[in-house]
Antibody, heavy 116, light 114 residues
C-alpha cells in the first residue's frame, strides 16, 4: 500500500525551529518529486516546498524562502522539512504529498503551532 | 507566480443536480511541447487530507467516480459533478503544476447540498 506518514509537529515559540519528517512506503521513493503543502486553521491549501527525486533541485514558496529547507534521504525513504525562524503565521497542518500527475498521494498531516 | 482564481467561493446544489466549479489561471498552463494542461483538481472533506480527483485537466484519477469530470485548456478550466451525491459535500481546489518552482492552488470552493 502506498503510504506517507508525517511526524515532528508540535508547539514551538516564535523564532524557534522544528523539523518535520515524512516516511514513505509502497513505492519507489527516489523516482518521485515530493512536496510539502500546509493548511492554516480554517484556510485553504498553500504549497510550501518541492524537491526533485534526486534531491538536487528544491523550490520554495516566497513565504518560507530563506527560513525553511526541504531535503530527502532516499536510503531511508524519508522527506524532511527543516523550519527555522518560525512565525505565528506558520501555524498549520503540514502535509507531505507525492507528485505524480498532480499530487496523487497525501499523508494525514502533522500540526505545527507557533505560539508563545 | 501563477495565480489561480476559483469561482464561485461557495455553491449549493440539490441532490442529483449538476455542480460546476470554475478555475482561471493568470497565465496559460498548457505546455505546448506535449499539449498537456498542468492542472489538477482536489476534493477535501473536513478533517481529511486532500484527495486527487483530476489531473492533466481532464484525466480522472483511478477510483474516482465518473460523475466527476474536468475540462478546459490554457487558462480556463471547469470541474463538473454530473449528479451530486451527499458524499460529494466538500471543498474543492484547483492547482497548477506548470510552474515547477511554484505550484499554486486556487482559494477553494465549498460545495453544499441545497
Amino acid at each position: 500500500e502506498v503510504q506517507l506518514v508525517e511526524s515532528g509537529g508540535g508547539l514551538v515559540q516564535p523564532g524557534g525551529s522544528l523539523r518535520l519528517s515524512c516516511a514513505a512506503s509502497g513505492f519507489t521513493f527516489s523516482s518521485y518529486a515530493m512536496n510539502w503543502v500546509r493548511q492554516a486553521p480554517g484556510k485553504g491549501l498553500e504549497w510550501v516546498s518541492a524537491i526533485s527525486g534526486t534531491g538536487i533541485s528544491a523550490y520554495y514558496a516566497d513565504s518560507v524562502k530563506g527560513r525553511f529547507t526541504i531535503s530527502r534521504d532516499n536510503s531511508k525513504n524519508t522527506l524532511y522539512l527543516q523550519m527555522n525562524s518560525l512565525r505565528a503565521e506558520d501555524t498549520a497542518v503540514y502535509y507531505c504529498a507525492k507528485k505524480g500527475g498532480g499530487m496523487d498521494v497525501w499523508g494525514k498531516g502533522t500540526t505545527v503551532t507557533v505560539s508563545s | 507566480d501563477i495565480v489561480m482564481t476559483q469561482s464561485p467561493d461557495s455553491l449549493a446544489v440539490s441532490l442529483g443536480e449538476r455542480a460546476t466549479i470554475n478555475c482561471k489561471s493568470s497565465q496559460s498552463v498548457l505546455y505546448s511541447s506535449n499539449n498537456k494542461n498542468y492542472l489538477a483538481w482536489y476534493q477535501q472533506k473536513p478533517g481529511q487530507p486532500p484527495k486527487l480527483l483530476i489531473y492533466w485537466a481532464s484525466t480522472r484519477e483511478s477510483g474516482v467516480p465518473d460523475r466527476f469530470s474536468g475540462s478546459g485548456s490554457g487558462t480556463d478550466f471547469t470541474l463538473t459533478i454530473s449528479s451530486l451525491q451527499a458524499e460529494d459535500v466538500a471543498v474543492y481546489y484547483c492547482q497548477q503544476y506548470y510552474n515547477t518552482s511554484s505550484y499554486t492552488f486556487g482559494q477553494g470552493t465549498k460545495l453544499e447540498i441545497k
